[in-house]
């Protein structure tokens, strides 16, 4: 759960292990309520859980993927220290097509985000 300084749930993150070739990652999410978005709170718990990841398991990459029209998550993720890796072709059928996704990473050993 995101949870601020008042001890409200405005949210949560979840984290999910994945294989690349045969290497694993952790593939993250996150989930704020509408009147709590765009204040910061999504990269921060980003970063968080990033930190977190890093800190209790031997992965070298977390990754999380967005939707091309979802501006506001490029930004959060670009503050959470994510960099875009490229276009994921008709990853999800939605609204009766297939669409892409933006595939967004950071690597163990990128420089930390700021806090």
């Known amino acids: 759960m995101i949870e601020v300084e008042s001890g409200e749930a405005v949210g949560f993150v979840d984290w999910t292990a994945g294989t690349f070739v045969r290497e694993r990652h952790w593939e993250i999410g996150i989930v704020l309520l509408p009147e709590w978005r765009g204040r ?20 070298q990459r977390i990754q999380a993927g967005t939707h091309p029209e979802n501006v506001a998550e490029q930004k959060a993720l670009g503050k959470a220290g994510f960099q875009l890796d490229g276009v994921i072709r008709a990853t999800d059928f939605r609204d009766g097509q297939w669409r ?8 163990r050993s990128d420089p930390p985000p700021a806090r």
């Open 40 to 59: 910061g709170i999504g990269s921060r718990a980003q970063v968080l859980l990033g930190d977190y990841l890093f800190s209790h398991t031997p992965v």
């Open 100 to 107: 892409d996704a933006w595939l967004y990473s950071r690597l």
